[in-house]
């Protein structure tokens, strides 16, 4: 399978059956009910917070717009797609359907609004024809859109002058806002023929309307609430949060006890947190997990009430992704009711870790040593939820004198 490269200048891709299941360093991304545009800077935004982007290449098939992006590392893109398969770029539409590529790197010869290579600045921009920006315009317009067939009179337009009349009236303002990011193309276009395009500068609709983006304003805060008052501790949240990321602080709300923040060191490890916890059953409640509005968690002032409930985990040796290119960026799994342990001694036996849960209130059901590998085991209990508590108490349980359990949750049972 190779890359067509077509002599207009835009790079094109035959990608038919072109995606597998292992992780790769290119993913494969089709954008579904794309109501309005995603150019390839939007992409790149969404994407370099998972790690360094060195290519894109956009293009349409089967009525589809469509993307190649490749990151530095498979464990990017693998983080990538789990954060981000099956979000919306904008509120309610532009949903991301992300796979692996069978490509083990992208050719771009091009660098303007369909491909570009960040590793090559240099490469010539292949400069598009008129027709071709317009075809440009035309994919990333809602779908039966229409371009005017007459001269192009952009100073007095405003988008939705590319839009059939009764598909103007029914595009909501957040959309229509969302609509005026189709300007890279315009831009470029206008400055191919001549035309001026002031009109289409999102403040020249309307001052009111807003950029209704979710994935790109990501945070690395979540807000967490219907918690249990009695039992979420700083120290529990920090040590379950910590499965998906490093936990930087975490506040329980002095005025309503039952809402917490936790700050992440990364936006993706909050999207992680999110992904795998949000609407999970813990203490018999089922907690809600949501980005927040907040971009730190601050420590209290002096003198100011807090009764300890804000820590600051900045220094903890506890964290998980402290090493760069961490192993455990590839083994994190929603909560299970088994679980896995890891940083066993070799001299610690299935019936002294069985012992030590049961003595902490958790029975095992199941329990097996990794058979090659024996500071490793899976431990099965009743439930999810009695396996969340038994992570909270049991993760960092001394085993011996410099050994303490490491554990998370297992992608299978046993």
């Known amino acids: 399978m190779g890359l067509l490269v077509g002599g207009s200048g835009s790079s094109q891709l035959d990608i038919t059956g072109g995606t597998q299941q292992a992780p790769n360093s290119v993913l494969r991304v089709i954008i579904e009910n794309m109501m309005v545009p995603v150019t390839l800077d939007i992409l790149y935004e969404i994407f370099h917070r998972f790690g360094k982007v060195l290519r894109i290449i ?33 509120n309610g539409c532009c949903t991301l359907r992300i796979d692996y590529s069978k490509l083990a790197t992208l050719n771009v010869k091009y660098n303007n609004d369909k491909s570009r290579d960040y590793t090559n600045p240099n490469l010539p921009s292949g400069e598009l024809t008129l027709e071709q920006q317009l075809s440009l315009v035309s994919a990333n317009l809602p779908p039966g859109s229409m371009l005017p067939s007459f001269a192009f009179p952009f100073a007095s337009a405003t988008p939705t002058a590319f839009i059939a009349p009764q598909q103007a009236a029914a595009l909501s303002s957040e959309t229509l806002a969302a609509a005026s990011s189709v300007s890279p193309f315009l831009s470029s276009l206008g400055a191919a023929s001549g035309l001026g395009l002031g009109a289409l500068n999102p403040t020249g609709l309307n001052t009111g309307l807003r950029f209704p983006v979710t994935l790109l304003n990501v945070t690395s805060v979540v807000l967490v609430s219907n918690l249990d008052e009695q039992k979420a501790t700083p120290d529990a949240l920090f040590t379950l949060f910590g499965v998906y990321g490093d936990v930087l602080r975490v506040k329980i709300l002095f005025n309503k006890k ?14 992680l947190a999110i992904q795998h916890l949000d609407k999970i059953k813990w203490n018999e409640k089922v907690i809600r997990v949501a980005a927040s509005k907040h971009t730190t968690v601050q420590m209290p002032k002096e003198g100011q009430p807090d009764a300890g409930l804000t820590r600051d985990y900045a220094h903890s040796p506890l964290h998980r992704f402290k090493k760069p290119g961490s192993k455990n960026y590839m083994n994190i799994y929603p909560p299970s009711s088994t679980l896995h342990l890891s940083n066993i001694p070799p001299t610690i036996t299935e019936e002294f870790l069985a012992q030590a849960f049961t003595d902490n209130g958790y029975t095992p059901k199941a329990f097996k040593f990794f058979p090659k590998d024996h500071k490793m085991a899976l431990l099965q209990l009743d439930d999810v939820e009695q396996a969340i508590d038994a992570l909270i108490v049991m993760h960092n349980y001394k085993l011996a004198e410099n050994a303490h359990l490491r554990v998370s949750f297992s992608k299978s049972g046993i």
Request: hydrophobic residues 40%; glycine residues 0%; aromatic residues 8%.
């Open 58 to 90: 956009t293009f349409n098939k089967n009525n589809t717009f469509q993307a190649l992006v490749q990151l530095s590392e498979a464990r990017a893109a693998q983080l990538a797609r789990q954060a981000l398969d099956n979000q919306n770029v904008f």
């Open 258 to 271: 039952d809402n917490a923040l936790i700050q992440y060191s990364e936006p993706q490890q909050a999207q």
